[in-house]
């Protein structure tokens, strides 16, 4: 378990993103794991959130389903048939997931990383990776499933952001910021776990995404999500998943895609977000 600090130990200060995107790690918390039916990765998974970060944000807007179906299919285009066979099937099945977010506010490759006893200058922020599970599960119908996670959370208005960053001094850069991020929905607790429940170090979240970045550099200003806590509207057992892995994915993926249709969990217009990371900041957001 990472150890954490408070913010005595840093500087809070605004949140100011620079780029539209970010490197997203996926299966950080155990009991995420769990209940998604996953095994827990050798290591980080990586893929990139191509949204702007909006600070203070204070609504999301839900695509159409013809808005998303463009986007797999412009990610994907192999899966035009399977995805016009099912367009009157599917509904957008959006989900939240509170995140802790990292910002790079210096450069750095992942060698310099490997050798360095100290960090380069980072500061935290919270986030929420907003994501339609619709898309991400036309994944399993690929050879690159990431190509459509990246697609499920990369929509405009899908990086809802708190207005504060803290930037650790230089003796903390190890450290994880001492909060819990609880998330509730119309009032209701959704998530709620220590951020020191992550699986991963801050220099094993900084290595991952050194790892797959370009030229295995990352550059002042680029951004990092961390991984979502339990308690997301997705949940399936490893029991279920074994099953759903048992049958061809045309027969799977409608009966995935038509529990989901299913279920009042998932986020709808009129429902209300209220993200808590205590001292790191709030952020409530509207979807529409």
Aim: charged fraction near 20%; charge should be negative; glycine fraction near 6%.
């Amino acid at each position: 378990m990472p150890l954490t600090t408070g913010p005595q130990e840093g500087t809070l200060q605004d949140f100011l993103p620079t780029t539209g995107f970010a490197y997203a790690l996926g299966l950080a918390y155990a009991d995420h794991i769990r209940e998604t039916g996953s095994e827990t990765p050798e290591t980080p998974i990586v893929f990139l959130k191509n949204a702007a970060p909006k600070p203070g944000q204070d609504s999301v807007v839900i695509p159409t389903m013809e808005t998303l179906l463009r986007a797999v299919i412009s990610a994907e285009p192999s899966l035009y048939e399977r995805v016009d066979a099912l367009k009157d099937q599917l509904v957008p099945m959006m989900d939240f997931e509170i995140e802790l977010g990292v910002q790079l506010l210096e450069d750095c490759t992942l060698s310099e990383l490997q050798a360095a006893k100290q960090l380069p200058m980072i500061g935290y922020f919270l986030a929420n990776d907003v994501t339609s599970r619709t898309v991400q599960m036309m994944g399993e119908l690929t050879r690159d499933r990431y190509v459509l996670w990246s697609a499920s959370k990369s929509y405009d208005g899908f990086f809802p952001c708190g207005r504060t960053l803290w930037v650790p001094d230089a003796e903390a850069r190890d450290l994880l910021p001492a909060v819990r991020l609880e998330l509730k929905v119309n009032g209701k607790i959704r998530q709620s776990e220590p951020v020191s429940s992550l699986i991963y170090t801050p220099r094993q979240i900084l290595e991952g995404a050194a790892a797959f970045a370009p030229d295995q550099k990352l550059r002042a200003g680029d951004l990092i999500v961390t991984g979502t806590p339990a308690g997301v509207t997705f949940q399936i057992s490893a029991e279920q998943k074994a099953i759903f892995a048992s049958m061809p994915l045309d027969v799977s993926i409608p009966k995935f895609l038509e529990s989901g249709r299913n279920n009042p969990d998932y986020l709808k217009p009129g429902d209300l977000v209220e993200m808590d990371a205590e001292w790191l900041g709030q952020l409530t957001f509207a979807m529409t």
